[in-house]
């Protein structure tokens, strides 16, 4: 009994003189493959069950004008330096590969998930996956067990969109008074009564989240409305079901987070009047979804991520302005998401966008992005620092 209370005393010491000691702050960073001519984007990681780290992209001549593009990924080993050479992770010949994201589920398995392109126009996509056991290989890509479509059938579709349709017409009345305006509204209500133009063009962009009940949820995207819903699952992907719609505002690519009292909270690029992060809110575990508002964040019309840390804190890493991509930002919040305390900037003076973020299984944080050195060439970039560093803020200049 003695033995149990001298541990226990010694494990509560640790921990406090832990929290009184916090970490030095930590920050490296490197480019996953030399810049290039090609168009290298839409990056998602993710960390492996032994450790180790995958990240995946898009590269090619850009899905609008040609169809060599596909889906790359590489491997950032534990102890290692440098990202493993770069290798094919999924490629539909004659198609454009695009904006992949991934995620490890419960049952220990690699899901990589992104959009095909039809017609080399992203309103045309498919949303294909594929599931892997045998992943954590060195070298190379995962080995694929199996591969298939999810399917978005929204409910209620014309009633849904109707509905932001007229909030946003009547809230940016100044804004979208334009020349053709009604054309377009006119063919906007005939395409949300159209049930193949309902479901196909559903794209991800942000990591899937994995809730506490252990529902899966996919948050998708569609340019041919400009709003967005969730694919979601209760059984580990084996069905999914399509949420209602966050519509509103022009709220695109959204990333979710669950709070405490298990609501979620979705935050979403703009892609409207707002230069402003939008965000919506479920009360039913991403089943429906409020209308998207505006918060007090900015942002350029840019991707962006947001996630819960171990101790409860959000982190949030996002192009902190209303025009350019050349600043990207990481936030903290320490009250999900009611203020942002700690701001901390991965670039400022040169392009970095479409960000993806983790915290690894040792408390650290790691970002990719698409980046665009000054030397030229396109890349995607590795970034990965404690959350000390952050709460440091910016160097003075």
């Not at 979208?176 to 395409?191: F, M, Q, S, T, V």
């Not at 990719?368 to 200049?397: C, L, M, R």
């Amino acid at each position: 009994m003695r033995t149990c209370l001298t541990l226990a005393l010694l494990v509560a010491l640790a921990a406090a003189l832990a929290a009184a000691c916090p970490a030095a702050p930590y920050y490296h960073a490197e480019f996953i493959f030399t810049p290039e001519r090609f168009h290298n984007h839409a990056s998602c990681i993710v960390q492996l069950p032994d450790g180790n780290l995958l990240a995946c992209w898009y590269r090619g001549v850009g899905p609008e004008k040609g169809d060599d593009v596909r889906i790359y990924g590489a491997r950032l080993l534990k102890g290692a330096k440098h990202w493993t050479p770069r290798f094919v992770m999924a490629d539909t010949p004659g198609y454009p590969d695009d904006n992949p994201c991934m995620f490890i589920d419960a049952r220990k398995r690699l899901w990589l998930i992104w959009p095909n392109l039809l017609a080399n126009q992203w309103h045309t996509a498919l949303t294909k996956y594929r599931v892997s056991t045998n992943y954590q290989q060195r070298q190379g890509p995962p080995v694929w067990a199996w591969q298939d479509l999810i399917y978005v059938t929204p409910a209620n579709f014309p009633e849904q969109f109707e509905a932001a349709l007229q909030r946003d017409l009547a809230e940016h009345s100044q804004a979208l008074a334009y020349p053709g305006l009604e054309d377009e509204i006119k063919e906007a209500r005939a395409r949300a009564a159209d049930r193949l133009y309902q479901r196909i063009g559903w794209m991800p962009r942000a990591h899937p989240t994995v809730l506490r009940s252990g529902r899966i949820l996919v948050p998708l995207y569609t340019d041919g409305f400009s709003c967005s819903l969730v694919a979601y699952s209760d059984d580990v992907g084996a069905t999914w079901q399509t949420s209602g719609l966050l519509a509103g505002d022009f709220g695109i690519q959204p990333s979710i987070v669950e709070r405490k009292d298990g609501t979620l909270l979705a935050m979403m690029r703009t892609a409207g009047p707002h230069k402003r992060i939008l965000v919506s809110e479920s009360k039913d575990q991403g089943a429906t979804w409020s209308l998207a508002v505006p918060s007090d964040l900015p942002n350029p019309g840019s991707g962006l991520e947001v996630i819960r840390l171990a101790n409860g804190h959000w982190a949030l890493v996002y192009n902190d302005s209303e025009d350019t991509r050349s600043t990207l930002a990481v936030s903290i919040s320490d009250d999900e998401g009611k203020t942002w305390k700690w701001t901390r900037h991965l670039e400022r003076g040169h392009d970095g966008s479409y960000p993806s973020i983790i915290q690894s299984r040792d408390g650290l944080l790691h970002v990719t992005y698409s980046h665009d050195p000054p030397g030229g060439g396109q890349t995607i970039k590795y970034a990965v620092f404690n959350e000390e560093w952050v709460q440091q803020g910016d160097p003075a200049q």
